[in-house]
């Protein structure tokens, strides 16, 4: 009768591990698609930027009203328009950071996150 309780015992404990084991997984994975700007990447939230190509390398250039929208949607998550203005799309785009960073300003948002560290860049 012991060994069929202690067999039992392990049973319990052998289906407690399992239900951790996977439990922990599907939080792993779950925190690994949350990156800065949710479960989007930066590279592919870059592409939204389209419009800012030109005021993003000219500080000079207009920045037109489609850019300035699509920056007032990303700047509602300063991180996730951090990660953007820096990813691997801006860059091989010929984005520079620190042009790019001056296009919330640029556009007259009230609500831009002015003073946020973006790498080694502060929006104004």
Do not use: H, W
Request: proline share 6%.
């Amino acid at each position: 009768m012991n060994c069929i309780v202690e067999m039992g015992a392990a049973m319990k404990y052998t289906c407690i591990l399992v239900f951790l084991v996977i439990l922990g997984c599907a939080g792993f994975n779950g925190v690994i698609g949350a990156g800065e700007c949710g479960k989007s990447s930066p590279d592919r939230e870059a592409f939204k930027l389209a419009p800012c190509a030109m005021a993003a390398q000219d500080p000079n250039a207009d920045v037109s009203s489609q850019c300035c929208m699509q920056v007032k949607k990303l700047g509602q998550n300063p991180s996730c328009l951090c990660a953007v203005m820096l990813s691997n799309v801006a860059k091989s785009s010929g984005i520079k950071p620190d042009v790019a960073i001056t296009i919330p300003k640029r556009c007259n948002l009230a609500d831009r996150p002015v003073g946020y560290k973006c790498g080694a860049y502060t929006l104004p």
